[in-house]
């Protein structure tokens, strides 16, 4: 991952203080003239270092500042607290990120009503490729253009790179609008195997049973140990 301005200007202090540390003890052999403009080089650079650490110290504390009271901006305000945050802090990723989610849940769905939840989310997937609900976000837009082939690849992408359940539900959802039996239930699959604990499977039966009235095949997808079986069970009662 790319680092942060302040990680390689934390580096660079680090390396001059080092260096300055180390410097003490640099032309202690040499006499006369020689000694003395040693020495004066010495203390000249000793106090250059210590100035520019004063002056890194000064902005390192600033952009500590500016980040808090970013962040604290982001907490309050909803999508107004986001933007002063990013105005604030406008290459911070995380609140990029969380401003696009926060126009893609919270508003129109359609892409001409708010054009910009549709760049902050494009901008937010170059920032965080790896961020899963921004893909999520992604494919539903494109699904709402009309563009099924680019949904399904967001889409699929986020399935891919977070096995938890929201994206195997998103993925199944979107072939069962599109009539894609075939690859939406290897999905439900992918869900029924999850941990009976961590969601409602409820939701997940409906699904099976608007797929299709075969309740054998619905069956042959519950696993054969675990919670999912009884809450079938309840589910049916």
Not at 132 to 158: I, K, P, T, W
Not at 179 to 187: G, L, R
Request: aromatic share 10%; charged share 20%; net charge neutral.
């Amino acid at each position: 991952p790319t680092r942060r301005s302040s990680d390689l200007l934390f580096d660079a202090v680090l390396f001059l203080w080092r260096f300055q540390s180390g410097a003490g003890g640099a032309g202690s052999g040499t006499g006369g003239a020689g000694r003395i403009s040693v020495s004066n080089m010495k203390k000249v650079w000793a106090w250059t270092v210590r100035g520019f650490l004063a002056v890194v110290c000064v902005f390192l504390t600033a952009r500590t500042a500016r980040i808090a009271v970013a962040d604290l901006r982001a907490q309050q305000n909803g999508m107004q607290g986001l933007e002063s945050a990013i105005r604030l802090e406008p290459g911070d990723s995380v609140l990029l990120v969380r401003a696009a989610l926060y126009r893609s849940e919270n508003g129109d769905a359609s892409p001409d009503a708010s054009p910009d939840a549709d760049r902050q989310l494009r901008r937010a997937n170059e920032e965080d490729p790896l961020n899963a609900d921004v893909l999520m976000a992604l494919g539903l837009s494109e699904e709402f253009r009309g563009h099924q082939a680019e949904a399904e690849r967001y889409l699929v992408h986020a399935a891919a790179i977070d096995r938890t359940f929201k994206p195997a539900w998103t993925l199944a959802n979107f072939y069962f609008r599109n009539n894609q039996p075939d690859k939406s239930w290897p999905m439900i699959q992918r869900i029924m195997d999850l941990d009976p604990l961590a969601v409602d499977p409820s939701p997940v039966f409906d699904l099976c049973w608007y797929e299709t009235g075969d309740s054998k095949k619905i069956q042959a997808l519950i696993p054969a140990h675990g919670g999912i079986r009884l809450g079938y069970l309840l589910y049916l009662i």
